[in-house]
């Protein structure tokens, strides 16, 4: 269990540090749908290399390739819903319905366990998710139902993505199930890339050496946390890990500061302090048991 939390607040790290190097490599001419091309291709990739690494085939059953294609999609869905919400609502305002999803997460685990959380881990969730609202702020002067609507069913189809993962673990699927699935979010990537610059002068690549560079690591980085978030949930339960994963947004803005040089106000330090708090309580809880 606590190997699980480790890899799950790693993948956060992870793929928290990806927002403030992809905004660096728009600068240099880098545009989100390259971004989804690039790290749709090296999370394939690592998601290959792993199950080489650890003896597993490459081509997945049946009943794992179908479970892949529902991952497969509800990880596109995520991608869309979120990255599409910021054009109707504040990023801010994204986020923080986006990361309903650990939330989420937990209801659906409970369902299906049939029980009731433990009212401390349902107040370390509550935490953390009112930690991440504060830290993050949020500008309620352009409400749209488009962008909330966009951005909820990008939680719901995290959550659902999650509930799959832990469900083909428990019938002892492989990782390959998992190629098929980033195979779905790469080629809707390509797709996206080809309409968009057929549509606009923007390139099909970055034409700098630092757009591309900068692309690279901030792809790298979302391959490795896509990959410890698949590995972590081998560990641990789905409602954990997502609770873990609320470290994510608590990094963007940390690396926004050291990066972008992104000034902070005291009440997201305090946010950030309680979105921590509440990590640390599940996290807890959990070895405590």
């Not at 790290?13 to 660096?24: I, Q």
């Not at 702020?137 to 609507?149: E, F």
């Not at 990782?175 to 797709?191: E, K, R």
Request: positive net charge; contains cysteine; glycine residues 12%.
């Amino acid at each position: 269990m606590g190997k699980g939390l480790l890899i799950a607040l790693g993948s956060g790290m992870a793929l928290g540090s990806v927002t403030s190097l992809a905004s660096l490599s728009y600068l240099e001419g880098g545009t989100v749908t390259h971004l989804l091309v690039l790290r749709g291709l090296l999370a394939t990739l690592a998601v290959a290399i792993y199950c080489r690494m650890i003896g597993q085939t490459l081509k997945p059953c049946p009943a794992e390739l179908g479970y892949g294609l529902l991952i497969g999609l509800a990880l596109t869905v995520v991608g869309l819903g979120y990255m599409g919400s910021v054009y109707f609502i504040s990023p801010g305002l994204a986020v923080a319905l986006m990361f309903i999803y650990p939330v989420l997460v937990l209801i659906i685990e409970s369902i299906i366990a049939r029980n009731v959380p433990h009212p401390l881990t349902m107040a370390a969730f509550a935490l953390a998710l009112f930690g991440i609202t504060l830290s993050i702020g949020i500008d309620l002067a352009s409400l749209d139902w488009r962008g909330i609507a966009l951005a909820l069913a990008g939680a719901l189809a995290m959550a659902s993505m999650m509930s799959l993962i832990s469900s083909a673990n428990r019938r002892g699927f492989g990782f390959s199930m998992l190629l098929p699935a980033q195979g779905v979010t790469m080629l809707a990537g390509v797709v996206l890339v080809l309409v968009v610059s057929s549509r606009s002068s923007i390139p099909i690549w970055p034409e700098s050496l630092a757009g591309n560079s900068l692309m690279m690591v901030a792809s790298s980085l979302y391959a490795l946390g896509i990959l410890l978030s698949f590995v972590a949930l081998r560990f641990a339960p789905a409602q954990n890990v997502a609770l873990m994963m609320n470290i994510e947004p608590i990094t963007t803005l940390v690396a926004a500061r050291l990066l972008v040089a992104e000034n902070l106000s005291v009440v997201q330090y305090g946010g950030i302090l309680l979105a921590v708090s509440g990590i640390a309580l599940g996290g807890f809880l959990r070895s405590g048991r």
